[in-house]
């Protein structure tokens, strides 16, 4: 089934009405992917007859494999399973063993079951029957010159389970091949200047295939190896990886797909080391990211959130006279928040920030989205500023993700980027 | 334009590939739902250009109005506007106030600008222009022959304030109607009791239109109706939001689609009330809650976090004894961290959280997910215990709205839920 190619069908108004959201196609394209099996069209389509008559030739035109998801239903618009097969040339038949299995899940519930629910126990003649733990509709996979069709019902409750017990097996046996990612994360460089970085990396490989994604804050690129065995392919990974690596130095923090938080969060553990935080313009959000992990406590000691100047002044010990000569928003007042924060406890690192998170108190010479922050590990201490973009919600997190960066850099004796 | 039928196609390699979810779909097949255009196709299709055109083109045979998210970015891979621009047969052209705009974008964020990004300033000819202020790849509208093509990026971020600000009030006006909604916010109950509660008006309703949406942690409920003025619309909605409240009383925080935090903002603001934390187990995340609000300066003072015993008892005066009599997790702990915060701030609102988020942590006793929260507010202190259900984040969230909700009742003088 190597180099087969898949084709997604949602079936259902609610999904073209939006008030449901098709959470199956992302699930089955994810499995698919795994098995190195090739998806080239997700389609929801309507409950109505001719546009999904439609919609089913043109897949089984173009596609090995065709995977439908509800319109199983007991009631007269659920049409897959007739559509399909009209399409497929197969007359449905009564599955007796199906039918006594509809009648159980309703004997179970002591709900009274309605005529149209014989309906579901209707089934293209010769499939491979999928039993329904979790609700009425049966689903089913039917091979006819050289294409599969599997049908399964629309509720993720039980299309999963009957994805992962029949249709998953079912084709992992056909592909026979292993496909193994690695997930490189970058922060610090722009969309453009990591592509003028790699570029050329991307367009050169085949397999392993090289593939950029840009979130909000950070960049990831994943490089995926398909193969035989799971040896083989981390092998074919590993110089790519490192000639990525070779381009992008230490902007790559994980190569597994983790987070910034989490990647602090594994070092902190595996130093031993213990952090606490003083913050003014993010509010706390620094110590939440750290403590939204597992395992906090052994590396989060205490966190500050000094948003008043009455707060920096008395509890870490800014002086008056540092906050109205050089204002809140200053390297000195950041360096005196830090100082504070170690005074006040016994950890091994210690990050301040202060900056202007807007949209408000921004002045020419101290735009919104300037922030300063510091930070020491045992004899390493540095005071940086950025200047943040966009609105308050991003300048909040990228000052968050600075300073997790910091951390890291501090940790790993890497050099700090931003402003002296 | 009423009648009128749409399509969508989402463009990306990455959907196809599971690692991210189609959201957009949803997204706009719910706001065309309002304005009465019928969604009949979702597409999703791969960054090929063959496929793509073939998509494309089918589309634009069987659909009045054509909405793309994606492929908008400056990489040879991103080819929705070429292929759209082909099969419609405009030239692409250089649009110099678009490039400004992305020069800009680099400019403020110190970041230098490739000449990739250049290429998405190239629009198709005659086009109307949708500009991007999150991100450097502008949309557009171009229509032909009765057909409107509507170019949006795939982010989001960037992809819901242009179709809210552009494309929404563009399809409303060609479709002729008003729609005012009322977007009634809920929180304490479940999904099951919501629907017990109001299910009958939701049936019954047909415009206004009554849709419940049901988050991780709150409930929406979505009144529209539709007519043909703004004055008529609010007089049709009045009486239909009125009996949802007299259903749901006091667990209806706002009409307006407001979050918590921005209700409980609002309150202080309105009251001239300032307010402080101490926080364990949310680790800074109610305060970054409110501190992600613009105006928090005028609100909140300063925020403990005291997730160690020590920094407990060190910053809010916690007692050794109580902490090993009654332990972390307990009333008498909660009750502690607030008073050593109401001694060590004049605000007028004080929150203290302590709780076990998990995984580990829990025993019989005291299982993960038991959080206590006391407050007070001038002469009325309280102190209640909830036993959260989910993973970490989900009790963080949870605990971090529960104490939303206490604020907001403590403000409004009522009755606040949870065991005593």
Redesign the interface.
């Known amino acids: 089934m190597m180099g087969m190619i898949a084709e997604l069908i949602a079936v259902g108004t609610e ?9 199956n ?9 795994e098995l190195g099996i ?9 409950d ?1 007859p001719e ?1 999904l008559n439609n ?1 089913i030739k043109t897949a089984l035109e173009r596609s090995d494999i065709v995977i439908t998801t509800g319109g199983l239903g007991p009631t007269k618009d659920d049409l897959t399973k007739e559509t399909i097969a009209r399409a497929m040339n197969r007359k449905l038949v009564l599955y007796e063993d199906i039918l006594k299995r509809i009648e159980d899940f309703f004997v179970k519930r002591h709900r009274v079951m309605y005529k149209n629910n014989e309906k579901q126990a209707y089934l293209p003649e010769g499939c491979t029957v999928i039993p329904n733990s979790n609700g009425t509709a049966p689903g089913c996979i039917v091979e006819e010159a050289g294409k599969t069709v599997i049908m399964l019902p629309g509720p993720p409750k039980e299309m999963i389970p009957m994805f992962e017990d029949v249709v998953f097996p079912y084709l992992k046996k056909s592909a026979g091949v292993v496909l193994v990612s690695k997930m490189l994360k970058i922060f610090g ?5 990591m ?2 970085r790699i ?1 050329d990396l991307v367009d050169m490989q085949n397999n392993p295939t090289i ?1 950029p ?4 804050s950070d960049i990831t690129v ?1 490089v995926t190896a398909r193969c035989g065995s799971k040896d083989e392919a981390e092998e074919m990974l590993r110089p790519v990886v490192n000639r990525i690596r070779s381009r992008l130095g230490d902007l790559v923090y994980s190569e597994e797909g983790e987070t910034l938080e989490q990647v602090v969060s594994k070092l902190l553990h595996e130093k031993g080391l213990v952090m606490s ?1 003083a ?1 003014s ?8 990211r ?8 052994k590396i ?9 100047n ?2 920096k002044i ?2 870490l010990e800014v002086s008056e006279q540092t906050l109205t000569k050089y204002g809140a928003v200053s390297r000195e007042t950041a360096l005196e928040m830090l100082n504070g924060l170690m005074k ?2 016994k950890s091994h690192v210690h990050v301040a920030i202060t900056g202007i998170a ?4 921004g002045t020419p010479e101290k735009p919104v989205g300037l922030v300063y922050i510091a930070a020491s590990l045992h004899n390493q201490l540095v005071c940086r500023s950025y ?1 943040l ?2 609105n ?2 991003r300048i ?1 997190n990228d000052a968050c993700l600075r300073a997790l960066d910091i951390v890291r850099r501090l940790i790993l004796k890497l050099e700090v980027p931003g402003k002296h």
Do not use: W
């Open positions: 999904l073209l009405m939006g008030q449901i959201s098709n959470t196609a992302q699930y089955i394209s994810k499995r698919l992917a090739n998806v080239y069209f997700h389609t929801v389509v309507g109505n546009r919609t460089i722009g969309e453009s200047e592509e003028t570029m593939a994604y840009v979130s909000m994943r935080t913050e313009c993010t509010g706390g959000q620094l110590a939440a750290i403590i939204s992990l597992p395992g906090a406590s989060f000691e205490r966190g500050f959130v000094t948003y008043s009455t707060a008395e509890e006040k406890t807007g949209p408000d108190g200047e973009m966009g308050r919600e909040q």
